[in-house]
């Protein structure tokens, strides 16, 4: 059995690796692409992406009780 | 509208004739690919939900579920991000003096060739196969004076419309920079024998 916790920390820690990797793409991005709208329009809807996921997911997981305990392998058992 | 200012080697002076991106329908590949990333989630959900309705007997499995596919969406729109951003970076610069082919091929990693438009001597297009018949794009090689290796850019919009602008930008370009050097060292004597 596993405490839903840990898929939590898990996905946190892949936000924040994820942040890092979307913040150094964006400044690529925006340093080498040449000042025009096309460039901050495109960061622009990309940011908007990632919040609209970020925020959908943690709005579907606002109830959730995260001391929970799972087995994901008594499921894939019954096969 | 391009500030000439963030181009490698800026000079105040320069003035900017064109910036060229490859073909818009060069990105259909990625589109597509996005399409099918985005609905494999959605796909994954009604298929567990029509076999395997007993998935969603237990909440947290389905907690589960909706974490894993949130770092999918996440993941898959990055990857779009930088594969556009590939696309974006990769650019061919034409300015009253020189031009840039700025060549990215990671997302840190970016080789730019520049020459000065004085110096290209020839201009050839390409454009083969069906698709970049049908919507007008192939490449451009462009051959300058002195340099072995010609300028390669890939999936250029128009380019035969492309390769007369450079060749008859390089011409008055070519004039200007005579011009430029008789004014500074004036006219050549031609000695009589």
Known sequence: MISLYVFLIAWLVFLGLYTIMLLLSALQLLRFGVSGAGTYLATLVFFVGVILVVVGTGAMLRSVDWQQQINLFSWINAF | ?193
């Open chain 2, 1 to 193: 509208m391009l500030d000439l200012r963030h181009l490698p080697g800026s000079d105040l002076q320069e003035k900017q004739v064109f910036v060229l991106r490859a073909h818009l329908i060069t990105l259909l590949p990625l589109l597509m690919t996005a399409l099918v990333l985005f609905a494999l989630p959605p796909g994954l959900y009604a298929e567990l939900r029509v076999l395997t309705p007993e998935f969603f007997d237990e909440p947290a499995r389905v907690v589960v579920l909706l974490l894993i596919i949130s770092a999918f969406f996440l993941a898959g729109w990055l990857f779009l991000f930088q594969s556009f951003i590939n696309y974006w970076l990769d650019m061919l610069i034409v300015t009253d003096k020189r031009i840039l082919d700025i060549d990215q091929t990671g997302l840190f990693s970016r080789t730019v060739s520049e020459t000065r438009l004085y110096r290209t001597q020839d201009v050839t297009a390409e454009v083969t196969g069906f698709w970049p018949s049908l919507f007008d794009y192939g490449d451009l090689f462009l051959q300058t004076a002195g340099e072995a290796e010609r300028f390669h850019f890939k999936n250029i919009p128009h380019p035969n419309h492309v390769a007369k602008l450079i060749l008859d930008f390089a011409e008055e370009a070519r004039k200007q920079a005579l011009g430029e050097a008789v004014e500074e060292f004036g006219m050549p004597n031609k000695e009589k024998k």
